[in-house]
């Protein structure tokens, strides 16, 4: 008896569950049967629409190719289902944007990485054409075992104000505090494979893309993991190619007035994160 009670209890945990999950008001991003809504950017990869499961397919000689949405998105929560070769980089642009003054119109933004390699950091965040790592799972086992490799998975992603989640099949990835981009599209990644013949006519399937723009307070999910702050910091990448930071962002350790000894002991303060001098209305400050 006791067995029953469990179990008709645990189904209607089930239910309920199931219930809410369908009130969420998500936006499909993906019609059944056409790449409405979408452009491509960058390189001469492929992209076409099976019954609601888009198909990029890899072009020899090419630059990375982008397959983005007409729309930018600022905040919101994202999910998508995808499966890769398992010899094949590629990633999901977020905030990503396309401008002719920079670098001829490249795409460039954050990045969550699709990563079938033994590294197996699919789900942290790189920065396209910009600083490249910011958020590895370098120290995230659990993270990196998550990726199922030549199956489909799952990202949950949220971009909320400075803060950027991600979860790949429903364990935490990556944990962002980043205030570069702040808006831009979403893109879909073929990565260039060069001359790489082994992998001519790869592909990357994604499937089930939706969106949530409003009252994302009440569906954002906490993350068990501490944030990787970039304001003040160095980057991963910035680390390994030997940058070193100049300020703490907090004290006045290692500065000193132009012409004194120490710390100007006026005109300047610091204030979140932020050195700030005083107005002095054009006048010559210390």
């Known amino acids: 008896m006791k067995f029953i009670n469990l179990f008709f209890l645990v189904f209607i945990a089930s239910l309920i569950s199931s219930c809410n999950e369908n009130k969420t008001p998500w936006v499909d991003l993906i019609d059944n049967d056409s790449l409405e809504g979408w452009n491509i950017k960058g390189g001469n990869a492929t992209y076409k629409n099976k019954n609601g499961t888009i198909i990029g397919t890899t072009a020899a000689n090419t630059p990375n190719t982008f397959l983005c949405t007409d729309k930018t998105y600022s905040d919101f929560i994202f999910e998508i289902e995808y499966k890769v070769a398992s010899t094949m980089n590629s990633g999901i642009q977020i905030r990503s944007n396309s401008i002719p003054y920079y670098r001829d119109g490249m795409v460039h933004g954050y990045q ?75 893109g879909l990644q073929v990565h260039s494979i060069g001359k790489n013949k082994k992998n001519l006519g790869k592909q990357v399937m994604w499937r089930n893309a939706k969106i949530l723009t409003t009252d994302l307070e009440k569906y954002s999910k906490k993350s068990p993991l501490q944030p990787i702050i970039t304001k003040n910091n160095l980057t991963f990448e910035e680390k390994r190619t030997g940058w070193k930071m100049l300020w703490d962002g907090k004290t006045t350790k290692g500065w000193r007035g132009a012409k004194l000894d120490k710390f100007p002991e006026k005109g300047w303060s610091i204030e979140n994160g932020e050195l700030i001098v005083a107005d002095t209305g054009g006048a010559e400050s210390t």
């Open 112 to 186: 969550v990485e699709i990563d079938p390699s033994k590294r197996a950091w699919s789900g942290g965040i790189y920065d396209e054409k910009r600083r490249k790592w910011l958020n590895p799972l370098v120290d995230n086992t659990d993270a990196q075992k998550a990726f199922k490799q030549n199956d489909w998975n799952h990202y949950r992603v949220e971009a909320i104000g400075d803060t950027i989640k991600t979860w790949v099949n429903g364990v935490a990835a990556a944990y962002l505090i980043d205030d570069k981009t702040a808006f831009g599209f979403i």
